[in-house]
């Protein structure tokens, strides 16, 4: 994020457990449980008097609330304190190459207000990020929030990102867009942070984050036009080196070794199991078929020819992750993406192989399930990838907002 407050908090002196920080405090709370300042502060190893000090920060800031008062034996009974997700709200949208779709949410990621349009990626940033702009201060009044009460805007590019500037790199449908500053012109319309990211990793951390919080090692495939994963390894986003992480369009699968890709190779998973491939595929048979969204239609009618193909696409997809598995050990795997939608066919495929071809230790545990959060996931993904990092403990003791807590 380009907020400027990444710096980590400055060293804390003082009793044992002075280390937790209000924002480490809050993090306890996010999971909604209204607690007392004693059982606080037994969570926490805090003494009585920091705790409070804590809370009166978290109160002030408006990012807890009092919840009322539990039940006692005689006496004041104490009061209790929880998570306020209304404090502040996160715009997210997931810019699609044709289409886009917004979000603003709580900070518990709860959908307050969407929208979506047919919006082609290749009119540029300006006009694409416009639309965003115009359409984002909509839905805000639409909610009667005004802009000061955004904790930031999270956008998702149907591209590779560099993460840490949000400049697209060499994005191959996205003309005008490489290196684009998209922060900077965003802020210069709505003065909040922005944070930038692929759609995979938006979709991958909506998913986690409203579907599966328990799983913290999850692999989310968007299986659509391309193919690609998005990684969560111990309950973050893991975008590797350079952003590419997850790119498994272009890993090679045997049965697709005389086929030609986009990107130059032979043997791109990509080649035979996207749906533009199954496609082009179908109308070869003499199924004629324009892209993904067909391949989904025809399956669910029944297409016999497009069943198989989707079928297959599962098993190709399922030997690219059976080495993944054995690789990061994931604890859950989400089928997600429009040819998901085809039923469960794709899904088959995929677990045929995995099982097959994993190593027990590896799949003992596994779960392989289809997405759950719908259409959303990716806008819904993009403010939460501003909440979490907004909310971070060392962050938010590091903001002006918790600064006089000691
Ligand atoms: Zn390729």
Known sequence: MTDGSAAPSAPRRGAPGASVGAGALLQLLRDGTPRTRSELAALTGLARSTVTGRIDALLAAGLIAPTGETASTGG???????????????????????????????????????????????????????????????????????????LGIGIGLPGPVEHDTGRAVNPPIMPGWDGFDVP?????????????????????????????????????????????????????????????????????VARADDVHCRCGNTGCLEAVASGAAIARNLTAQGVPAG???????????????????????????????????????????????SLALAGDHLIAGVREVIYQRSLPLATRHLRIAAARTGESSGAIGAGVMVIEHALHP???DASTELKTNG
């Open 76 to 150: 004041r009974p104490p009061a209790t304190f929880a998570f306020n997700p209304a404090a502040r709200i996160a715009l997210g949208a997931d810019l699609g190459a044709t289409h886009a779709r917004l979000a603003v949410t709580d900070l518990a990621g709860n959908v307050l207000a969407v929208t979506n349009a047919d919006l082609d990626i290749a009119l540029g940033p300006k006009a694409v990020l416009d639309w965003t702009v115009e359409h984002g201060l909509a839905l805000l009044a639409e909610v009667g929030r005004p802009a000061t009460d955004l």
């Open 184 to 252: 900077a012109y965003v802020r210069e319309r709505i003065p909040v942070p922005v944070m930038v990211d692929n759609d995979v990793n938006i979709m991958a951390l909506g998913e986690h984050f409203t579907a599966w919080p328990e799983y913290q090692h999850l692999l989310f495939i968007k299986a659509a036009t391309g193919i690609g994963c998005g990684i969560i390894a111990a309950g973050q986003v893991y975008r590797g080196a350079q952003g590419a992480a997850g790119d498994m369009g272009h890993i090679r």
């Open 291 to 337: 892209g993904s969204l067909d391949v989904v239609e025809l399956a669910r009618s029944g297409s016999v020819p497009a069943l198989r193909l989707v079928r297959q696409a599962g098993r190709d997809i399922g030997e690219v992750l059976a080495g993944a598995v054995n690789f990061f050990n994931p604890s859950i795997i989400v089928i997600g993406g």
């Open 394 to 396: 060392d962050r938010l």
